[in-house]
């Protein structure tokens, strides 16, 4: 009885706040969505009047904030604002009031309320992150009409359901500059992610300037790498935006570059140790037998853990398949002497020793799943990256981590480098379905965006991050009910637009990539294609590894392709509707007719090497839609035509210049349509 | 008798030589164009096999512009290098020789030869500079067709005019973070520009860090300054392009941020200092006769000198009208007992006692043209930036230097920030028709073109200094004689496009400023309007100062719009042509035809407060238009039809929203031209 009254409950607060979400995420574009939203019948208007004030002057994260908030309002409205910065011993129109200042830790409190009304807004919080968290709130409630900008009237409450919401970034693979990270960081500060997780070293490149070990950079970098100053940059930068940097050391494996350094430490002599060129996993390995590489790692953490104040370090660990410990008759002896029977024992001998130098150190030890064997002690951090696709049970190596005991944080899903939708990674849910207890609940922290750069560079990383991060930044700061598809995509476009605001390159690059593809000629038929085009998934592109190296060009047809191409996004969802009856066939005429004459004025361009391979995709896109658009309008189709528009479909399937078409079911829909409506047998 | 012959020879060598730049600059957009080309029937395929290598390998300037050569020709074509690094003790496909490598000074020799055969590149040079000079000449030598890419066969002696080739960068008005600096420098690298200016403080904003007076940046840059790491990372980026760099210190005027900081060294008691907001010229000022200053001073140089190895070192010096010193009567005492009659004179002491703080350091002073004064020593350095417009006779305040025996650097003619047309800048010759010595001559440094930053942000910055600083390079590098204005302008377009592969922003912003104007929404009729407009010039814009803060919106229309509009070029140069009985009639068409419709639909924005400000100008465009069009296409037009375009042009004529219409000529020409032959009195 009692269960029945409490699911009743439950059910009708659950459907009044599916009502709430649905009735103003359709006017809000607001992302990550908060917690508890309330309208009221206020409007502030955004004037030159004004001005902002915070309740203590000593936190300069919200000082930052605010005049970051500033400069953002009046670049965004085009308000000429008197104040420029915030007022001192004054109330302004916009007063933020918090009451302590946070260490910026696992355990910060980033709860705030937001209250907007006709003249005034205030912003309350706990702590100062909570604090900017709210100002990004309300820089995201900006709303107009044709003769003003104003804030409309809400109430809201909101607080975090995960407190690690990441992204990480490769800067090994390809290197990433300081004003990429900055940029990034910026607009993952604007959708409230809290973790900067910097995969720092890897087989293609050692990135962090080391005054012990020099010649990790000398050596080991190709002169790409970060300075210990401009480190402490970064992470003072992430700090006033209240994000934390984690860095990442990946060892004993992805260690081409240490070792080319330092061949010393392998575990192959004799090995003629380089900076790898290609993607992949390789065999350079650290030798967990030897003294001198507890020392060099042990120097190099106590040099690097005095860069990055946070708690938490990250050794990598994945992926090491001890090929070279094989070879190794020491290794093999010492596994034996130590009762080492696998690789992984070895391994583990390896990561508990770490974990010593690095508790030491007043570090917690992170590592991918891979470190988490029977003997590791729960004290360390497992990062989740396997699951159902790699052969794991439901809920992959995340439940499993919580359940033994160790904290744990999920990427596996979050894969943005696999090229996959939006939507993909929006409806993985680091829990789902499944049960715990609040403590094994309170051990899962959070997850992780990746973007590993083995195809990226820093013309393209924005538009491998985003927009997609900023849907994945929702599943991780929302409610699990907050998962209305279509709703986020509307609200994605908004968030994506404003991410120009910040640097952001995601959307403005391509015209650089295509301008640059043509010899400066019209880019209009190319971002036609690139419109229904996307570039290869799931490492489909670079196969084996050896197709791109390191510096081969990635300003291709392909990098200038994104995720969830726009017109074949409505294109797909148009066709879906029509064939099931709903009538969208003037937009799907539209379309069709856009790419039926799109080949034409791609003919028109002077060839070169970069654009003729895209010839042969164009021209059948064209004649594609011509024969679709001919059967949609007259209603009637020949069986010719329905073979010959077949044939086009099966060509267009298979991948072009590392990229595929994104319309392809949708053409298959239709042809079938037009053969089952207007085929005529007599014909 | 001889004197006849020599001229004969002379002039026969002159119209050779301008035969073959005419000929060969329509063949090859380089830029600046070289002392003397030769073809060959010579191609050099562009290929995956391509390797590079240098006679040693101790230049790290030569590796790193051999690497970012590789990078950029892979990326320009396409082509998946085997090699992506310089060849260690191989000889390569193309090879780089240099005797000697250079300190980076004012005699640092900068000529290359360039020789392409079919399958070997050589560039030979006398120091490294000449060398990576003579990469950048190669890259922009790439030429393809429809199924290579190739260097045409060619051989290139090249050296340059001036040996002063620089550019200014403000970055106290708006200050630009260090990838802006960097950027820009590569671009300047690109065109073989050799010093980088570098204005560091200012009313503004003090951007250096100091270790010594530390509250500068604490209390006088509002959290916006280079760190000591910073600049030398900068001064080490630029030295390895083979840039100097020349910091700026900008005193006694111009010191409202260093006297914001330490007011004691303020000449006037119990003044409020404070950062400036507005832009102009302010009274703040140093007191010259204070002991304190100079020890400031000292310690202050001794600091920033240490960060910048260049012999010159600039200290502003410009625009101090004394005000204050008027007003202290301490100043006026002090001026009587050391018998210094005019301000001018008080300068001049404070100037020789810089100077000797300065070259005690190993430094050379360098000054804006109000430091040449009787009494200065000639051993300063007059930076010339008045001219005929500031009153002063023919050749300006650089004739006169150079005539009083002091270095001298032009920037008189190349202020890039009053927004005029790349022909004004080009065809101010630093030396004209007047005649010098030998010695005179060789004082006359070079030039500088200066971008004063009160109307530019890090969004802007490089579409107002790009691509027209290209152009003033080659006034700088190239003869005299190369002055063809039409084909600098076609070779220019080559240039600007090829500077968005080094990251320049100066074409790809602008969509994101319009974006930004329309809340993402279609920005064609916003581009066809950007295309015809110009923003305001000479200083219109953000008149007496107040107009815009430091802190107001530079995202606005004007912002998006750049000198040299492309389609009123175009247009002007079309009815020009036109008026003239030259048959450009389609063209004219053409143009009048899109933008008699572009307001239909530039009204199909959903407006706000960003667009509305264009309304009229949109409408009036297209009505007048509208009404030209008429009037060719039917040759008649009637009397009404004349007064209302006539009044239409002069509304048009009107600035609105900072812009200027750039068509206004032609549309006059236009509307007389249909008067004269296309009206009919009977009608």
Redesign the interface.
Known sequence: MKKIILLIVFTGMLSKWSYTQSSLSSKYDLMPWPKEIKENSAKFIINSDITISTNTENSKRVR?AA?SF??RL????????KE??PLKNKKGSIHIAFDSISDLNIKTDESYTLKIEDSIIEISAKTDIGAIRGLQTLLQLTK??????FFPGVTITDTPRFVWRGLMIDASRHFQ???VIKRNLDAMASVKMNVFHWHLTDDQGFRIESKVYPKLQELAS??LYY?Q??IK?VVDYANHLGIRVIPEIDVPGHASAILTAYPELGSKTGYNYTIE?YSGIFDPTLNPTKDITYEFLENLFKEVTRLFPDEYFHIGGDENEGKHWNENQDIQTFKQKHKLKTNHDLQTYFNIKLEKILNALGKKLMGWDEIMTPDMPTTAVIHSWRGKNEGLPDGGSLITAAKKGYQTVLSNGYYIDRMLSVEHHYTVDPIGDIQLTNKERSRILGGEATMWSELVT??TIDSRIWPRTAAISERFWSAKTVNDIENMKKRL??VS?NL??L?LTH???R??IL???T??QDIASLITLANICEPLKVYQRNKGGIE??????F??FADACVVDAKDALEFNHAVSSYVEGSNHEDQIISYLRLWSKNHDRFSQL?????I?PLNTLSENISEGSNRLLKAIQSKHISKENIAAIKNLITILNSPVADVEVAIINALNKLVTFCQTHFYKNNN
């Open positions: 930052n005049i500033l400069r009046s670049n965004r409205t085009g308000v000429f604002l420029g910065f107009h009409n044709a003769s003003e900008y500059p300081v004003n190709d002169g300075t100053e401009q940059d060129r820093p013309q476009r908004t637009f120009e605001e640097g959307i403005k690059n015209a650089v301008r640059g593809m010899n400066n791109y190296k390191t510096y081969s060009p300003n291709l002077q060839k070169n090497p970069k003729t």
